[in-house]
């Protein structure tokens, strides 16, 4: 079977016609047959997993996915609607309900947390179950995490990689236990709070016991991790930076080189690569390009936790996806995406199918509508007539391919849709027209995708519920129903 994009001329022509029926598909990159006869020959790997490798696209629902395969694609030069994502191509796969404790859409603390404890709690909470309250600190509240379980019960190695703050909700469902989001470093947190016995995120990740504190920690949130006497938010006068290397074998390190020298050494790394967020990657060119990219430190993370004998668990998460649509920045979101697709392909590359289970997912959605548009046509532009020139909608202005339904780009009260004639809507810094203003663009609450290889990777199918993919997880390494 070839495949080949016939001549548009071509399907006016009876005879011609008649030969598209018979290679019905033809522009279609997929071989239905062949991807039939796949399925047919697959057996669900039902050993236990060595390591896991969980991939969160953080507000990456599935319009942003389609959206993100396109915009590769016609990045690659070709064909965006059949293009494969690296997660596109693995065998198993489904849909995930994201609701919360008290909401219909969740965040990203209650949506992470789900994944990586098995427990649904309340919007804004991260590591606790369902009883906890917002910002009350109880921490018989707190549920062990899959990295801190692995590494305790099973002697694992543990990873935590994100484009944002270390200490953002989700890399802190990895390794942290608090009742409020915001409670990064000890000034984020009320008095009472701490007088209370609970600690903020960046303490936990630094001064957690060995037998569960992760061994490479990369993202941003430098501020978090030094006192302010260093420049830092903190105001207790830790130097937490420091006291990760007071441990033996341990680095620190801000840069891309530093960081592959400490992996090429073996040292437990935390690696902070800006004071906040890692800057986005449209960005990169002026903004960080000493920065290490998603895909360099999912690469650095695997190759330092590939040294461990008993295996590993690794969250990495594409945080802008979601920084970005709040913004309603497309563009920087979707190039988020395909950074995220690069990580993927990253993980399949260096670790191997019969004892690494992948599964890539997100914590929630986001609004992102794709309202049309022809195939070869640039996904970040406005859907075009049959002129060439922009389709005009029922208000009479053009309509891009993709909007939102709220953000930042929604018509102030009293006023109407901007006309966008005369606007380049592709580029990075253009705010995408949303339906309803919104200064920060909302999460939405339908179904997230899922997409799993590997050991156990059979379990991800149909319709799931969010904490389920832990027990997917937990399954896959064999660790018990209950921790002892
Ligand atoms: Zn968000």
Redesign the pocket.
């Known amino acids: 079977m070839t495949f080949r994009i016939l001549p548009r001329a071509g399907l006016a022509a009876g005879v011609v016609a008649l030969s598209i029926s018979m290679t019905a598909g033809a522009v279609e990159a997929k071989e239905p047959q062949a991807a039939l006869e796949a399925a047919l020959a697959r057996q669900p790997e039902t050993a236990p997993a060595k390591n896991v490798i969980l991939f969160i696209g953080?507000?990456m629902g599935v319009s942003t996915v389609t959206a993100m395969r396109i915009l590769a694609g016609q990045r690659a030069g070709v064909d965006g609607a059949s293009y494969d994502l690296a997660f596109d191509t693995m065998p198993y796969g489904g849909l995930v309900r994201t609701y919360s404790v008290d909401g219909l859409v969740t965040?990203?603390a209650n949506g992470a947390s789900a994944i990586t404890t098995g427990y649904r709690t309340i919007n804004g909470a991260i590591g606790v179950d369902g009883e906890a309250r917002r910002g009350v600190c109880d921490p018989a509240r707190n549920v062990p995490t899959l990295a801190q379980r692995a590494k305790r019960e099973l002697g694992k190695a543990v990873g935590v990689v994100s484009t944002a703050a270390i200490t953002d909700a989700s890399p802190a469902a990895f390794y942290a236990h608090v009742p409020a989001r915001g409670w990064q470093s000890d000034v984020d947190m009320p008095a009472a709070a701490r007088e209370a016995g609970c600690v903020d995120i960046a303490a936990q990740l630094v001064l957690a016991p060995d037998d569960i504190r992760p061994d490479i920690a990369l993202g941003g949130g430098l501020t978090f991790f030094r006192p302010e006497a260093a420049g830092g938010r903190r105001k207790d006068g830790q130097d937490l930076a420091a006291l990760w290397t007071s441990r033996p074998d341990s680095a620190f390190v801000t840069d891309r080189d530093s960081l592959n020298a400490a992996v090429a050494e073996g040292r437990d790394v935390l690696g902070l690569f800006a004071d906040l967020h890692i800057p986005h990657e449209v960005d990169r060119p002026t903004a960080a390009p000493q920065t290490p990219t998603l895909e360099e430190m999912t690469r650095a993370a695997i190759t330092r936790l590939a040294a461990e004998p008993q295996g590993y668990v690794l969250l990495v998460e594409g945080a802008h996806i979601?920084?970005a649509?709040?913004a309603g920045l497309l563009n920087a979101s979707l190039t988020e995406g395909v950074e995220l697709s690069k990580a993927v392909a990253a993980a399949k590359d260096m670790t191997d199918p019969t004892d690494t289970l992948i599964i890539v997912t997100a914590d929630?959605s986001?609004g992102l509508a794709i309202n049309g548009g022809a195939r070869g046509d640039d996904v970040l532009g406005l859907i075009k007539g049959p002129t060439g020139a922009p389709m005009l909608a029922g208000d009479g202005l053009p309509l891009p391919i993709l909007t939102y339904s709220t953000g930042p780009g929604g018509p102030k009260a009293g006023e109407g849709r901007r006309d966008l004639s005369d606007v380049d809507v592709t580029a990075p810094d253009q705010v995408r027209q949303a339906g309803v203003l919104l200064g920060s663009a909302a999460?939405t609450g339908e179904d997230v995708p899922a997409y799993a290889d590997g050991p156990g990777a059979y379990l991800v199918t149909g319709s799931m519920d969010q904490p389920y993919l832990f027990q997917v997880m937990r399954h896959a390494l064999r660790l018990p129903v209950k921790a002892p």
């Open positions: 953080d507000g965040d990203s979601d920084k649509h709040h929630h986001h999460h």
